[in-house]
């Protein structure tokens, strides 16, 4: 009879993938029944029971189905030869019920509409535009950065510990509902990633596990990118999948925080992100541009680098193209590189808006 279930579950893996493929083609109905109707409700189930731990549970459950695969693998390899059937039934069945409900907890949020769709923003941009809103946002840094360093050129410390900013960002939330009331983000459940290490050599600041709805934040990055790496984490939570759109929300959240050290990080973000686009537009541009930011913020910049610079190594760009692929099989069709895409939705956003 065990077997008979198994067999079922493996054969439903098929009209899975079917239908999850189907739903992409109606990002409509997913937003609405799913991403604005199911997906919040369990969200916030999982992160009011398990928000309250002071340790990932996720990573515990990674590290569990780690060790739980390899030894299956070893234990049954024999029986690969001896009971092919079963063993391949075994294995789908497995996949069917990881895929099932990496679906059903998180993953369909990736077929929502896309963010600029849902606040009216287009999708495109014109050079004119994207040195407008990056002067906006080096006047707005430089602000920011003399009011908390005063005449100074060093690079601004956070002087916050790392447990303090997850406290501390659902703030920004808090005050970004007033303008997106789906953006409310309540209880919290932002934690330091127990694979820390592990995931900085990947070349990851952090992830939102599907399986429990926990952010995952590095522990090992600068203070400095603390905040919007974990406000980003949260917008993931919140159903943003997209990782241009939850670098956006990430964004606002941070910049909309009563917290001058997290406008400060927010805003900062930001302008990189636009400063980076011009320097593969305009090279001279760039460089007149890059002049009048302030000394103590093109530190902080340089302190971002050596960081993941430091960690460098020859797997990373392997398990960088395994993630492209990861976001590409979820139709984020530019995979790793929709990272910058978050430049046309801060363009549009802000190319009228008063900083």
Not at 316 to 337: H, I, R, V
């Amino acid at each position: 009879m065990f077997k008979k279930v198994k067999t079922w579950v493996a054969l439903l893996l098929l009209p899975q993938y079917l239908l999850i493929n189907w739903l992409a083609n109606y990002p409509e109905l997913v937003e609405r029944f799913y991403s604005n109707g199911f997906y919040p409700i369990i969200s916030k189930l999982f992160r009011y029971t398990l928000g309250w731990l002071p340790f990932s549970f996720g990573d515990f459950v990674y590290a569990f189905a780690i060790i739980y695969i390899f030894r299956w693998f070893f234990v049954n390899f024999k029986r690969l030869k001896t009971d092919t059937k079963q063993w391949f039934i075994d294995v789908f069945c497995a996949v069917s019920i990881v895929y099932f409900t990496f679906h059903v907890f998180w993953g369909l949020n990736y077929y929502r509409l896309p963010l600029h769709t849902s606040l009216n923003l287009k999708p495109d941009y014109t050079t004119e535009q994207l040195v407008k809103v990056t002067k906006k946002l080096i006047a707005k840094s430089n602000a920011l950065y003399t009011e908390i360093a005063g005449d100074d050129t060093l690079k601004i410390d956070i002087p916050y510990s790392k447990s303090d900013i997850l406290n501390l960002a659902p703030i920004g939330y808090n005050n970004l509902k007033n303008m997106f009331p789906n953006l409310e983000y309540y209880p919290k459940s932002a934690k330091k990633s127990l694979f820390s290490y592990p995931l900085t050599y990947m070349g990851f600041s952090g992830y939102l596990n599907p399986l429990t709805n926990e952010a995952q934040v590095d522990a090992l990055i600068p203070v400095y990118l603390f905040p919007t790496t974990t406000s980003h984490e949260m917008a993931h939570q919140l159903g943003y999948a997209a990782e241009n759109e939850a670098n956006f929300i990430g964004c606002l959240a941070a910049i909309n925080h009563d917290d001058v050290y997290f406008k400060y990080s927010g805003y900062t973000f930001a302008l990189r992100f636009c400063l980076n686009e011009i320097a593969t537009r305009d090279e001279v541009l760039f460089e007149s541009l890059y002049k009048t930011v302030n000394m103590g913020i093109l530190y902080n910049f340089k302190e971002a680098r050596d960081f993941w610079d430091g960690y460098e190594n020859p797997f990373e760009p392997l398990f960088k193209k395994t993630y492209s692929s990861y976001l590409k099989a979820n139709k984020q069709t530019k995979g790793m590189e929709s990272y910058s895409y978050v430049v046309a939705l801060i363009i549009n956003y802000f190319n009228e808006k008063k900083l």
